[in-house]
């Protein structure tokens, strides 16, 4: 938790005054449980949040959130009525879903999201009247209006102008929207990396949806700017050590007896599993810390368990801990080398840490 209110100081204070964090909370808070993160960003002062889903809107809401929620996928009418009981302002994914929002005939908060180029969600930034025409609906109060960089993690020439060019198609609409006394509204564009390489852009706004950075954690390895920015690790990912035993040279260990002895070894079984996250592809590849010495997975990764050679390791019992991701006596495993390792991003591994893992707020 002092990590997390570090992160969330240091971004504030790469961003203006005006400009404020609104922290991606979706995917269970990207594996770090929304509801313990959300009371914490809530007691720092955070107000505005966002997620994927009214589901995720209306748990959020449960917890005790109070400020305004933002969902950034799409909602099927059915569920509109979720959008008024909880008080959850919706994204406008395109303009028929803005028809099917405003068919809806109660006050509705939303956020007109513009596709700017990645052509994922959002109306088209040239179809002005389309975007124009929802201030038309009677029953959509219009609170924001945003879009979404798809190459502002990238370093190339090519990627930065991209995310210029996104920034200019954005501006654009809003100084058409401007011109045609459309006000009350607040813009906003960045994600982590849009405030990390927020020189690429030239505008402020009043939000910064941020996700990744916020738990401390970049997507992948960048040394540059672990060396620029401190951010610090919100989540540490640990199991323990059940079992311990000694293996004889040729034989073999775990499903399909995948991995073999060629010596004496020792071999320990740890109580966490593809089930809750940890990737099956890390099979005979991922790494742990176990008594501040770093061990390889061993053999195949099952649902519920997996086994680490700790012949190098003195005194292993039932009971030790196994850090996959965090510190363990001087060294240190980051959530980006176990991403890089298993061929993802930590967004990835993160957001899929399972439920059955037990949260333990520090
Ligand atoms: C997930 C998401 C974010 C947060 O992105 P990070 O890179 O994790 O900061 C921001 N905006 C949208 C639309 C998203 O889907």
Redesign the pocket.
């Given at each position: 938790m002092n990590n997390l209110r570090h992160n969330v100081k240091l971004f504030q204070s790469l961003l203006p005054k005006e400009c404020a964090l609104m922290p991606?909370v979706?995917a269970n808070a990207?594996g770090h449980g929304a509801e313990e993160i959300g009371k914490e960003l809530q007691k720092l002062g955070i107000r505005d949040y966002?997620v994927?889903s009214a589901e995720e809107g209306a748990r959020l809401r449960r917890s005790g959130i109070h400020g305004q929620i933002l969902i950034?996928g799409y909602t099927h009418p059915k569920d509109f009525e979720l959008l008024s009981a909880y008080r959850l302002t919706q994204t406008v994914v395109d303009c028929d879903y803005g028809k099917e929002l405003e068919a809806y005939g109660k006050k509705l908060f939303v956020h007109a999201g513009l596709d700017t180029g990645m052509h994922r969600l959002g109306i088209p930034c040239e179809d002005y009247s389309g975007i124009r025409s929802l201030w038309d609906c009677k029953h959509l109060q219009i609170t924001g209006v945003?879009t979404?960089l798809c190459t502002s993690?990238g370093e190339s020439e090519e990627e930065k102008s991209y995310m210029k060019l996104q920034e200019m198609r954005f501006q654009k609409v809003l100084n058409r929207l401007y011109k045609d006394g459309k006000r009350g509204f607040s813009p906003h564009i960045q994600?982590?990396?849009g405030v990390l390489y927020r020189n690429n852009l030239t505008a402020s706004y009043a939000f910064a949806?941020?996700?990744?950075?916020?738990y401390g954690v970049l997507?992948e390895c960048s040394e540059i700017l672990r060396q620029k920015y401190d951010l610090k690790p919100v989540l540490s990912l640990k199991a323990r050590i059940e079992c311990v035993r000694r293996l004889e040279p040729g034989e073999g260990a775990g499903y399909g007896l995948s991995w073999r002895t060629d010596s004496v070894r020792m071999l320990a079984a740890v109580s966490i599993g593809y089930a809750d996250g940890f990737p099956r592809s890390l099979s005979n590849k991922g790494h742990a810390l176990v008594r501040g010495r770093k061990v390889p997975v061993v053999g195949r990764i099952c649902m519920d368990q997996l086994l680490l050679d700790v012949t190098e390791v003195e005194n292993v019992s039932p009971g030790d801990e196994a850090v996959f991701i965090g510190t363990s006596g001087k060294l240190t495993l980051r959530a980006e080398e176990l991403a890089q390792e298993a061929g993802t991003i930590s967004?990835e591994i993160l957001s899929r840490l399972g439920e059955r893992l037990v949260r333990v707020p520090v």
């Open positions: 991606a979706k990207y966002c994927a950034l945003y979404h993690d994600g982590s990396y949806r941020v996700g990744i950075g916020l997507s967004n």
